[in-house]
């Protein structure tokens, strides 16, 4: 019943960053990769990359970057690191709700802007892929939303 639960909220969100990226189009909000960090952190390894998979798997059907497999790899990956984390580290800590966001988020701008350097013609340099992940990544959006978005889904989710 609470995969079902975490199903339902992972959609949600990711139909929330859908609806605010049409009001803030040129930075997106990432709801649905602070989601699978959340049920990374409060599940483990496993349940973070179940998450993953299946937010990977929106991502990929309704938002697709032209990478076929990278949304859901990535997601996958980040709520299994996620999960990770949480077994090492307090799951109460700033680290987890506030770093870790981040941490997942300016890695997604990064390889999306690492992908699409390797795909281009243009010469790839990496300082450039370094700061356009920092700027893309919107770490204070990130650092903003994270607490919020954790403190949401603890109601909702138990």
């Known amino acids: ?11 949600a969100l990711f139909f929330l960053q859908n609806s605010f990226s049409v009001l803030f189009p ?10 699978v960090v959340y049920y990374g952190v409060s599940g483990g390894p496993f349940p973070g990359f179940l998450a993953g998979v299946w937010a990977g798997l929106f991502y990929e059907l309704f938002a697709g970057q032209g990478f076929l497999g990278y949304p859901l ?14 077994l090492k580290i307090f799951k109460e800590s700033i680290f987890l709700r506030v770093a870790l966001p981040l941490i ?13 350097g390797f795909s281009s013609q243009e010469s790839f340099r990496w300082e450039r892929v370094f ?24 109601r909702v989710s138990k």
């Open 1 to 11: 019943m609470r995969w079902m639960r975490a199903c339902f909220w992972l959609s």
């Open 26 to 35: 040129f930075q997106t909000l990432p709801f649905g990769l602070l989601g």
């Open 73 to 86: 790899i990535f997601f996958a990956g980040a709520g299994a690191f996620s999960g990770a984390a949480a």
């Open 104 to 116: 997942a988020s300016f890695a997604m701008a990064f390889f999306h802007l690492f992908l699409q």
């Open 131 to 154: 700061f356009e992940g920092v700027r893309q990544s919107g770490f204070l959006w990130v650092m903003a939303a994270a607490p919020f978005v954790f403190g949401f889904l603890d």
